[in-house]
């Protein structure tokens, strides 16, 4: 079955450094997004991506944040420079008839 | 912009009771999906409910989707310690399809 795939699992970076999340995303699907979750907290969007160029972003999605599809597999959201407060689980999605999740990316800023 | 509320927050059950959580918004949705998240892990798609009233069945899981296409529910019968996790109900919004998510429930199951 295929699946969305996101490296690194675990990411621990100091304040102010820069980070690039990986994925994967389920090859002929379309349409492709990038989801935070803060610690017992809901899912939230930050970006979707669509002919590779951003269709929709949230609020959160702010100048630090940017995402590439830099060849035809993979997908990258990239910190430039972190603050605690980005510390969250990245979820990398990508739309069938639903969304299909990777398993996440924890970011610990410290 | 769009909003879904979802309750409870958190239900305890013990095995083989029922439970049931709510999604509402304020807002017609055009579609209503429904994940499950076990502890430490992804959101998992379990379905997506889009005709007016609509009732779809998974094994012991009902998925109902409103009348008026602004509140859904989710009931499991019988719970399994399997059942265990937190529940999300996503509302697709826009053209990208981007999900509006719930708080979601988080069901434990006491054996």
């Known amino acids: 079955e295929p699946e969305v795939t996101q490296t690194p699992s675990h990411q621990v970076t100091q304040m102010g450094q820069e980070v690039i999340l990986r994925c994967v995303p389920i090859?002929?699907?379309?349409?492709f997004y990038w989801y935070r979750q803060i610690l017992g907290q809901k899912v939230e969007f930050l970006v979707s991506?669509?002919?590779?160029?951003?269709?929709?972003k949230s609020e959160i999605f702010d100048d630090q944040f940017s995402v590439e599809r830099p060849d035809g597999s993979n997908f990258t959201l990239k910190i430039r420079s972190t603050k605690l407060e980005d510390s969250a689980m990245y979820f990398c999605?990508?739309?069938?008839?639903?969304?299909?999740f990777g398993q996440g990316t924890r970011l610990t800023v410290v | 912009g769009q909003q879904v509320m979802q309750i409870p927050q958190y239900q305890h059950v013990q095995e083989g009771e029922d439970f049931t959580t709510y999604c509402n918004s304020s807002?017609?949705?055009?579609?209503i999906q429904w994940y499950k998240q076990r502890p430490g892990g992804h959101p998992v798609f379990l379905i997506q409910?889009?005709?007016?009233?609509e009732v779809k069945k998974q094994k012991r899981l009902t998925f109902q989707f409103g009348e008026a296409k602004k509140n859904s529910s989710l009931h499991i019968t019988a719970t399994q310690t399997t059942d265990v996790g937190t529940y999300f109900c996503?509302?697709?919004?826009?053209?990208?399809?981007?999900?509006?998510f719930g708080q979601g429930t988080t069901l434990q199951v006491k054996p």
């Open positions: 999605a990508s739309r069938g008839s639903g969304a299909f």
């Open positions: 090859s002929n699907h379309l349409y």
């Open positions: 991506f669509y002919n590779n160029e951003i269709s929709e």
């Open positions: 807002t017609t949705l055009s579609n």
């Open positions: 409910l889009v005709k007016s009233g």
């Open positions: 996503a509302a697709a919004s826009g053209n990208t399809g981007k999900l509006i």
